[in-house]
Nanobody
C-alpha cells in the first residue's frame, strides 16, 4: 500500500521557519516527480514547488527565494524548508508523487501568525 505521510507543520510567527517532511512508503519514488502543494481556506489547491526525478526544481513565484524543496531518495523522503514565512503562507500543505500514477498525502497544517 502506497502512503505519503507529511509532518512538520504547526504554528509559527511571521518571519519564522518550518521544515516539512513527507515520508513515502509502499514503493520507491526515485523515478517520480515529487512536489508540495497547498490549499488555503476558500482557495484552490496550488503548486508550491516540485522536483523531478533528475533533480530539477520549480517554485511558485510567491515562495521563490524563501522555500527550498529537496529529496533524499535513500530515505524515500521529500522535504520543504520554509523560511521568512508570511501570514499568506497559511494553508494545508500536501505532498505529491507523480509518474504513471499520482499519489497524495493527507496534508499538514501550517499557520503563520502576524
Amino acid at each position: 500500500q502506497v502512503q505519503l505521510v507529511e509532518s512538520g507543520g504547526g504554528l509559527v510567527q511571521a518571519g519564522g521557519s518550518l521544515r516539512l517532511s513527507c515520508a513515502a512508503s509502499g514503493r520507491r519514488f526515485d523515478d517520480y516527480a515529487m512536489g508540495w502543494f497547498r490549499q488555503a481556506p476558500g482557495s484552490q489547491r496550488e503548486l508550491v514547488a516540485v522536483t523531478t526525478a533528475n533533480g530539477r526544481t520549480t517554485y511558485a513565484a510567491p515562495v521563490k527565494g524563501r522555500f527550498t524543496i529537496s529529496r533524499d531518495n535513500a530515505k524515500n523522503t521529500l522535504y520543504l524548508q520554509m523560511n521568512s514565512l508570511r501570514p499568506e503562507d497559511t494553508a494545508v500543505y500536501y505532498c505529491s508523487a507523480r509518474r504513471d500514477a499520482h499519489y497524495w498525502g493527507q496534508g499538514t497544517q501550517v499557520t503563520v501568525s502576524s
